[in-house]
């Protein structure tokens, strides 16, 4: 199956004042999920205990946390997030710039499976709330 980075061939799981989140589920282990983050915004800060995940930077540009890093990511930027390492993305435009990357992540159901949001000593929450 082939799917660029204008369609990822996937469905609009969330639509929000934060962003725009599509996802592809058809292969078995792997979910390709795209989001497009909004001027101002930020995803959920979290971390998956035995996930690695990649995000690629496709359009605009953003910070990118992981761990205790801070890094600029731009369109054809790759970063690369270890199992356990906190990570989030920060889109500290103000007005009508929206960034877009692409994740690849371990299969899992959105509704029912978990993840830890903020610092490891929080409690857990569902992926993507």
């Known amino acids: 199956m082939k799917v660029n980075t204008k369609n990822i061939g996937g469905k609009v799981v969330r639509e929000n004042d934060t962003y725009i989140l599509e996802d592809n589920t058809l292969l078995n ?64 435009h103000s007005e009508n710039f929206t960034c877009e990357f692409i994740c690849v992540f371990q299969k899992y159901n959105r509704d029912s499976d978990v993840a830890i949001y903020g610092d490891s000593d929080q409690d857990s929450q569902p992926f993507g709330d």
């Not at 971390?47 to 890094?71: C, S």
């Not at 970063?79 to 390492?85: E, I």
Request: aromatic share 10%; hydrophobic share 40%.
């Open 29 to 92: 282990n792997l979910t390709l999920s795209k989001t497009t983050l909004k001027p101002g915004m930020s995803t959920n800060g979290h971390h998956h205990d035995e996930e690695d995940e990649v995000y690629f930077f496709t359009k605009g540009w953003a910070n990118m946390i992981i761990g205790d890093e801070l890094e600029m990511a731009k369109a054809g930027d790759i970063f690369l997030v270890p199992a356990g390492k906190f990570h989030k993305v920060v889109n500290s």
